[in-house]
């Protein structure tokens, strides 16, 4: 059977705790885990007269796991790693060890004076439901009418995803040169390997950029894939690669490497990208753009909805990697803001974000420092980060599933306080 997992841990070494229970997960007899999602943080689910020292936040996972255990075995198997990793009973909304907790079983519905599934309020938790929308966001639990991704956007609280990034170029707008000395790649700083992505790419597209062939971007790209796979060798919980390149080649090799995301920002230009798409199980990050580099020139007609454009230029594309055998629940959209469009169609765009989740895929936005700013700010790309900070936090709010930004710490530290004065 098929089986869905949600840990969590907000004490001791957390993500040791959640790595040791998954690994005992995949010792039961018969028993494998399937796929499994990147960490997210949440705040501590409280009741209000909880004592204060209970709001220690949490870290939370989903696991899709294969098992031939019966529901109660596996809650009395769950319950015995619970007791082994040193979970003593305690009050409810006491923090915990771990928590393992069954969400779904197949497509059974269950009630026991012990056992409920699915599991009470998962329709309703955003920290059980981002991670799940991570690995099966068009999974429909029993009961229910909406799949993981819709109910995930019906919750009250958001927790977005984030991708750091890591352009290996000379040449990218805010940050050319960095992560390239001397035609080196340079050592990736632990600042950058805290997210659930991050997304690695060895060509600059902004305006007037040079096209770089397969072999030059491959070069700038592989010793940096290679060092973030030593960073975690032997861990389950990692953030997950994406490659960023329009190229197949790049794509294919990269894939090999361990990358399980292609970031296409050409919106499929190359014809190998699909059949590279089709013959991986990588998810694909699927962006709107007019040209590649991107040229200030060349945008939306000034008299259209730019989300409308968006949309049909969307569903077209959704329609050609279905027909490819790339399910829904593989894609990603971003509206490619910064390609294609004016200041003033990109500032649209953000604050309609919402009409993308239309499309019943997850949603990126890579908003970071580009030029939709300028109006509004006079420093250059690589001092845009308080404005930065402030489009991040409105597209949180509104639901966006990934954020793309330059400076992961500053946000995730940002986004740990803003959600609680909201």
């Not at 959640?18 to 960490?39: D, F, H, I, Y």
């Not at 292609?262 to 694909?284: K, Q, T, W």
Request: with cysteine; glycine share 6%; aromatic share 6%.
């Amino acid at each position: 059977m098929t089986v869905l997992l949600g840990l969590g841990s907000n004490l001791g070494d957390r993500c040791a705790n959640l790595e040791k229970a998954m690994g005992a997960l995949a010792a039961l007899s018969g028993t494998s885990l399937l796929r499994w999602s990147t960490v997210y943080e949440s705040e501590a689910l409280l009741a209000p007269e909880s004592p204060p020292t209970w709001d220690k936040p949490f870290l939370n996972v989903a696991v899709e796991l294969s098992t031939p255990l019966k529901p109660h075995e596996l809650l009395a198997a769950t319950q015995e790693i619970e007791r082994r990793l040193g979970r003593v009973d305690a009050e409810r909304w006491a923090p915990r060890i771990i928590d393992v907790d069954m969400l779904a079983y197949d497509d059974e519905s269950i009630v026991t004076p012990d056992l409920v599934i699915p599991h009470v309020g998962v329709s309703e938790r955003a920290f059980v439901l981002a991670p799940l929308a991570e690995i099966v966001p068009s999974r429909r639990l029993p009961g229910t009418k909406e799949n993981i991704l819709q109910l995930k956007r019906r919750t009250n609280v958001s927790l977005p995803a984030w991708m750091s990034v890591i352009n290996v170029t000379p040449d990218s707008f805010s940050d050319g040169g960095r992560w390239l000395k001397r035609d080196e790649p340079t050592t990736v700083q632990p600042e950058f390997l805290g997210g659930n992505y991050i997304d690695v790419g060895g060509e600059s597209t902004r305006p007037g950029a040079v096209d770089v062939d397969p072999e030059t971007e491959w070069r700038r790209v592989a010793p940096v894939l290679e060092h973030l796979d030593q960073q975690f060798s032997g861990r389950l919980l990692r953030p997950k690669i994406s490659i960023d390149t329009r190229s197949a080649t790049t794509a294919s090799r990269a894939i090999e490497a361990g990358a399980s995301i292609v970031n296409d920002v050409s919106g499929l230009a190359d014809p190998a990208m699909i059949e590279v798409l089709a013959g991986s199980r990588c998810d694909i990050v699927l962006m709107h753009s007019l040209s590649v580099p991107a040229d200030p020139t060349n945008v939306l007609p000034l008299e259209c909805d730019p989300l409308a454009a968006l949309c049909s230029w969307f569903a077209e594309h959704l329609e050609t990697l279905g027909r490819a055998g790339i399910a829904l629940e593989r894609v990603i959209i971003d509206p490619g803001i910064g390609f294609g469009k004016t200041a003033t169609q990109s500032l649209e765009i953000i604050g309609r974000a919402r009409e993308l989740m239309e499309l019943d895929c997850r949603v990126m936005f890579g908003h970071s420092r580009k030029s939709y700013l300028e109006p509004m700010t006079r420093v250059p790309p690589n001092e845009r980060d308080p404005e930065t900070l402030a489009v991040s936090a409105r597209l949180a709010s509104r639901g966006v599933d990934i954020l793309r930004v330059h400076t992961l710490d500053s946000h995730r530290r940002f986004w740990r306080v803003y959600q609680r004065t909201e």
